[in-house]
C-alpha cells in the first residue's frame, strides 16, 4: 500500500520514526542485516537495553541474560555480530526487539536468507512470543514456513487483499490457488 495511516492505541503514528513506535509497544524486525556488525552479541543487546531509561544496570544485565538464554545465544554471546550465521543474526535481531518488550512486533521476512535449521528455531521463536501474548505480524514471502505459524493470514495480490483467513482457509481458496500457491501447493 502506498496510502492510509497507522493508528496504535488510538493515536495516529504514520510518521513517527521507529524508536518512538518501539517506546510505545511497537518492536520491527527489518528484512535487512539490523545488527551493529563489529560489536558482540552482548553489546548488540545492550546497546538497545541501554536505551530504555527506566533500567538501571542490574536491570541491564537482568535483562541481557534473560534474552540470551531465551534465545539460546548465550554461548555466542562474545562472537562479533558480522562473524555470526544467518539464523544467529536473526536470533539477535530478535533479541534487541524483544529487549523493548514490545505488545507488538513486526516482522518483515524473517526467514529470508536462513537455513532449513534457524526457519525452524524462528518458527519457534515466533510460536513462543505468541504465546506470551506478543501480537506478531509477518510480511513474508516464504507462505510454508509463515502459514505454519499463523493464525490468521492474508494474501495480497498486485497490491490488492485478495483473501484473508485461517492458513486452511487460505490454502483451500481457489482464488488463492490460482493468484499466488498453484494448484500443487501443500504444507
Do not use: W
Not at 506478531?136 to 485478495?162: F, P, W
Amino acid at each position: 500500500a502506498d496510502s492510509g495511516k497507522i493508528t496504535c492505541r488510538g493515536q495516529d503514528i504514520t510518521h513517527q520514526p521507529i524508536h518512538k513506535r518501539a517506546k510505545q509497544g511497537i518492536g520491527y524486525l527489518p528484512q535487512e542485516a539490523s545488527i551493529f556488525r563489529k560489536l558482540s552479541v552482548e553489546d548488540n543487546i545492550k546497546a538497545i537495553l541501554q536505551t530504555r531509561k527506566e533500567l538501571n544496570d542490574t536491570d541491564i544485565n537482568d535483562h541481557l541474560e534473560r534474552l540470551l538464554n531465551e534465545l539460546s545465544i548465550s554461548h555466542i554471546r562474545h562472537s562479533i555480530g558480522m562473524s555470526l550465521s544467518g539464523g544467529e543474526r536473526r536470533r539477535v535481531e530478535i533479541a534487541r526487539t524483544l529487549s523493548m518488550e514490545p505488545d507488538f512486533i513486526l516482522l518483515d521476512e524473517p526467514f529470508a536468507g536462513v537455513d532449513p535449521i534457524s526457519v525452524h528455531d524462528i518458527q519457534t521463536i515466533i510460536r513462543q512470543l505468541s504465546e506470551n501474548n506478543i501480537g506478531i505480524l509477518i510480511t513474508d514471502h516464504n507462505v510454508r514456513e509463515t502459514l505454519s505459524v499463523c493464525q490468521h493470514a492474508y494474501i495480497m495480490d498486485d497490491g490488492k487483499l485478495i483473501a484473508k483467513g485461517t492458513p486452511q482457509e487460505l490454502l483451500d481458496n481457489k482464488q488463492v490457488q490460482r493468484a499466488y500457491l498453484g494448484e500443487n501447493f501443500k504444507i
